[in-house]
């Protein structure tokens, strides 16, 4: 595998169910993201973890719960989600030193909510 | 309002012609991102940009960074087919760590043969 990958790529949960998702970067990057995609409206920053410590939580409700127990891997958890958190949830990855730094993304989880 | 704003919203290009894109922050601008996604898909990285009047090309594709003016602008060249998708620029507001990119809403581009 190359990049960064997600699984599942598709998923559709009832609002009283708990998934979670995944999120592996191959890249070697030291700081990992979780973004939400919906339909008209931009991709807005949900976490992010540098050097597995979360750095920014960008006022996400609690039924999201982002988990990153190493650099290569990042999970978001979902409990109790509403229709309203049907998106398209795309992980990124970058090597971070100082300044800027190129941020490679993942094919990214179309997540149902019904 | 929105902190980026793209333009056009929508683009309907003959095969072969040239287009531009552009991206305006209102706010300032340590570096700017440009990607391009497929439906549904996640985003390809394209360019990324951080010094007024920095320019960078792929392929047909020329990314031009106006400090400024906090505008950066996206060139195609002779677009064809597999030009077609979604351009999104992305931006960062600071560069003191791993920070996330704040995105606009993206650009519709169709190619028509």
């Known amino acids: 595998e190359t990049g960064v990958t997600q699984t599942p790529r598709h998923l559709v949960m009832g609002m009283t169910n708990k998934k979670s998702l995944k999120c592996e970067q191959h890249?070697?990057?030291?700081?990992m993201y979780w973004y939400k995609q919906s339909a008209k409206k931009p991709l807005e920053l949900m976490f992010v973890?540098?050097?597995?410590?979360?750095?920014e939580n960008n006022s996400v409700p609690s039924r999201f719960s982002p988990e990153c127990p190493n650099s290569s891997h990042l999970f978001l958890h979902l409990h109790t989600l509403q229709p309203e958190d049907s998106a398209l949830y795309l992980c990124?990855?970058?090597?971070?030193?100082?300044?800027?730094?190129?941020?490679?993304f993942g094919p990214g989880t179309r997540l149902t909510v019904t | 309002s929105q902190e980026l704003e793209q333009s056009p919203q929508s683009l309907i290009v003959q095969e072969g012609k040239n287009l531009t894109i552009n991206c305006t922050s209102s706010k300032t601008l340590y570096g700017l991102y440009w990607y391009k996604q497929k439906y549904g898909e996640g985003l390809i990285f394209l360019m990324m940009?951080?010094?007024?009047?920095e320019e960078k090309s792929h392929e047909k594709i020329t990314a031009k960074l106006d400090e400024k003016k906090q505008q950066s602008s996206l060139h195609i060249t002779a677009s064809q087919p597999s030009h077609a998708g979604i351009y999104l620029c992305g931006a960062a507001h600071s560069g003191g760590g791993a920070d996330g990119l704040t995105f606009g809403k993206g650009t519709h581009l169709i190619i028509q043969p």
């Open positions: 940009l951080q010094k007024g009047g």
């Open positions: 890249l070697g990057h030291n700081a």
């Open positions: 990124a990855s970058s090597q971070v030193f100082a300044g800027l730094y190129e941020q490679y």
């Open positions: 973890y540098n050097f597995k410590e979360q750095t």
